[in-house]
């Protein structure tokens, strides 16, 4: 494995770039895709983010096209969310700067006009979601028939969503010719039945930590009865000295609920979910991100692949009732060996989920009684009492 990321085969001006932004060296998902992207190798990588995955297919990506072609895009990059596909497009025009190539960005929510302005001007790349890729596509305001690298970025939070007959069809309207990479969390059956029809000889990457959660990430586990959540998700909060925090939610109404609750303490706070408008959602990313809001409360949905820099702690104020999502969000802090911690709030109706996200890492998680709390309840400290096995895929509860 190359320690460096000019054994792996990248320009010289692309290696100015990582300079410019201050990356030392790949991180392993990019020592071990880059080359073989370079090559025209179709990849499967199962890597969560906070792995450096959008550099991995984005630099050989860049590298590739090399430059401009009025003629269609050349590279698609396919992803869940609204808020993914910013950051990924982010992300290619930072790393393609010194390049000519024009990243475009299409997401539903919003007006057409600017998108289709962007698409006027020629696009190389396009960074989009399933459905709105797909309207402008029925629109005739874009072909995919130039498109030379394809690339799936977590498919499964794509599966999850309900977009296998969109993303399918997409992957059907591109050329049968070109290269397809395919990335995500997990990589489970039907993600591998995908593979086995839209990728062709692909290389399997595994880039997923040792321990499955980042090493630079402390988590533990705050078991407590459902009804005391409340008053110990307000005591963490005063008793934590953090400097931007991540609270996951279930559901919609809980975040909101939240959202009132974290504002009655003072703190500047907002709120990342699916009914807020797009406008809302930008806004409160972006106040986030600049440190306007030190806390922001989301639901999983929503801030899945979000990448914001210096996030010190990230709550669970349940514990997720997908395993990987557990990763996921806690994967939000101690991004690119910066340190982190989570708390996760457990209360004892919780105890399947638990037990899933712990088989899933391999590991108990440490538990926590929080010092000075009134608990009502003596929280369940050991909670592995004898009796049901775990059930590694709990039912999907309603959002
Ligand atoms: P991602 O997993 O693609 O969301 O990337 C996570 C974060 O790591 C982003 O903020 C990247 O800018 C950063 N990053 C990616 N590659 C490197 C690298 N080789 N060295 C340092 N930081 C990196």
Known sequence: MSSS??????SESLLQTLDACGYKEPTPIQSQAIRGILQGRDVIGAAQTGTGKTAAFALPTLQRLDRHDPN????????????LAMQVDEN?????KETDLRVTLLYGGVGY??????????????VATPGRLLDLWGRRHLQLDKIQVLILDEVDRMLDMGFIEDVSRIIRLCPKERQTLLFSATVEKSILNIAKWALRDPVTIDARAESKTAETVEHFVYPVESYQKY???????????FKSILIFTRTKRDA???????????????????DRTQQERSEALAGFKSGKYAVLVATDIAARGLDVRGITHVINYNVPDHPEDYIHRIGRTGRASTEGTAYTLFSPDELHYMRAVENLLGKTIERRKLEGFKYRVEPMMGDNKPGSQPSTTPRRRNR
Do not use: M
């Open 231 to 241: 008053d110990l998700l307000l005591a963490l909060l005063s008793k934590t000295d």
């Open 72 to 83: 269609g895009p050349r590279a698609l990059i396919l992803v869940p969310t609204r808020e």
């Open 5 to 10: 990321f000019a054994g792996l085969g990248l």
């Open 92 to 96: 290619f025009k930072r790393y393609g």
């Open 256 to 274: 909101d609920r939240i959202t009132e609750w974290v504002e009655s303490t003072s703190n500047s706070v907002a709120t990342l979910h699916a």
């Open 113 to 126: 006009k600017e998108q289709l302005n962007d698409l006027r001007t020629g696009a190389d790349v396009i």
